[in-house]
């Protein structure tokens, strides 16, 4: 997602096409892995608590796959030769924070069973930097506010963008506290 925003902002449609193409393949295969895990778990040997820890686990995971699908969704749509360059800007930067919250948030699922102090570590982490997510978009808002952009429409798709950017920041959020709260039981 990160690599398409890079491409549209810096007007390299093909690249950016082939990124998208990218982001929703990923998109199916995590709904496919979505469908196999919870299958997994529901016929697995957990104890039902568990078997619900992991299933809403999987599921907010799901949901920051889903909004970086939606995200280039509206991306593919938003004409950026009529943004301003400090909208492109804050478009960049929140993309590249999400990145950096979703790499975070790898890591602390990755580190919930055989090092759980680094997995809480992640997770304070992705809390911590995913206000500064919401002070970025807090910005734009204010530059849409300020900027004359040439069409109203143009306006709209930028909003549906940053909404989704901020999803997916959410997302990344909530799948860290599932992990707090799968810790906690243990």
Same mark, same amino acid.
């Given at each position: 997602?990160?690599?398409?925003?890079?491409?549209?902002?810096?007007?390299?449609?093909?690249?950016?096409?082939?990124?998208?193409?990218?982001?929703?393949?990923?998109?199916?295969?995590?709904?496919?892995?979505?469908?196999?895990?919870?299958?997994?778990?529901?016929?697995?040997?957990?104890?039902?608590?568990?078997?619900?820890?992991?299933?809403?686990? $999987?599921? *907010?995971?799901?949901?920051? =796959? &889903?909004?970086?699908? !939606?995200?280039? #969704?509206? @991306?593919?749509?938003?004409?950026?030769?009529?943004?301003?360059?400090?909208?492109?800007?804050?478009?960049?930067?929140?993309?590249?924070?999400?990145?950096?919250?979703?790499?975070?948030?790898?890591?602390?699922?990755?580190?919930?069973?055989?090092?759980?102090?680094?997995?809480?570590?992640?997770?304070?982490? $992705?809390? *911590?930097?995913?206000?500064? =997510? &919401?002070?970025?978009? !807090?910005?734009? #808002?204010? @530059?849409?506010?300020?900027?004359?952009?040439?069409?109203?429409?143009?306006?709209?798709?930028?909003?549906?963008?940053?909404?989704?950017?901020?999803?997916?920041?959410?997302?990344?959020?909530?799948?860290?506290?599932?992990?707090?709260?799968?810790?906690?039981?243990?």
């Amino acid at each position: 997602m990160e690599k398409a925003v890079a491409a549209a902002v810096n007007n390299k449609m093909e690249d950016m096409r082939t990124c998208i193409e990218r982001v929703a393949s990923n998109e199916r295969e995590a709904d496919m892995l979505r469908r196999k895990v919870m299958d997994e778990v529901s016929r697995g040997e957990l104890s039902p608590t568990a078997r619900e820890d992991i299933m809403h686990l $999987v599921k *907010r995971v799901d949901m920051v =796959v &889903d909004w970086s699908r !939606e995200s280039t #969704r509206v @991306l593919s749509v938003l004409p950026m030769e009529d943004l301003p360059k400090s909208i492109r800007g804050g478009i960049m930067e929140t993309a590249k924070g999400i990145k950096e919250r979703a790499i975070l948030l790898q890591k602390c699922v990755n580190k919930l069973l055989t090092e759980p102090e680094e997995a809480l570590q992640a997770a304070d982490a $992705v809390e *911590r930097e995913e206000e500064k =997510v &919401d002070d970025l978009h !807090e910005k734009v #808002r204010m @530059l849409l506010g300020k900027e004359n952009l040439p069409k109203a429409g143009v306006a709209v798709l930028v909003g549906q963008l940053f909404e989704a950017l901020e999803m997916i920041e959410d997302s990344c959020e909530d799948a860290c506290d599932q992990v707090r709260v799968i810790m906690v039981r243990r």
